[in-house]
């Protein structure tokens, strides 16, 4: 499976200039963040979340871990982390777990840590296990918004 075909269609309509790196089949954020040569910090990491029975994106570095609290005080009652089960047929175009970062492609609500704001690109899987995108953070927050930065990670 190539770059996810939602994912490159957001671009091409957007005028967005992406870089796509290949790497062996990697199964965890911060492994494709070494393979790639960036520290884990510029490597988007999707979380999926079930926040009082609905499906949620959390968006968060590769080294980091959502705080479950921090999502709760966003206004949601219970907070547990989804089971592959749970969300695999929401991303009909990617490898479960190569999700991209972009919750409003598949019409899933979604947090971005508010810590990718320092950073000048963002790194993510391409809807596989063995491609990522480059693109510059201004860009991604054209294309996501930026009211969706919050602190979710730990």
Do not use: W
Not at 41 to 66: N, Q, R, S, T, W
Request: glycine content about 6%; aromatic content about 10%.
């Amino acid at each position: 499976m190539a770059i996810s075909k939602i994912l490159k269609e957001l671009f091409k309509e957007n005028g967005i200039k992406f870089d796509v790196e290949k790497h062996k089949e990697l199964f965890t954020a911060q492994e494709v963040a070494a393979s790639e040569h960036i520290t884990g910090y510029e490597f988007a990491k999707v979380v999926m979340l079930k926040c009082d029975g609905e499906m949620v994106m959390a968006v968060i570095p590769a080294p980091h871990v959502v705080s479950m609290k921090k999502v709760a005080k966003l206004g949601y009652k219970k907070v547990n982390l989804a089971n592959e089960e749970e969300f695999k047929g929401l991303f009909p175009d990617c490898d479960i777990g190569a999700m991209p970062p972009f919750g409003n492609l598949y019409n899933i609500p979604f947090y971005v840590d508010e810590s990718f704001k320092n950073e000048d690109a963002i790194v993510f899987n391409s809807g596989t296990h063995t491609e990522t995108v480059k693109i510059k953070r201004e860009d991604y927050d054209r294309l996501v918004g930026k009211k969706i930065y919050v602190d979710i990670s730990d």
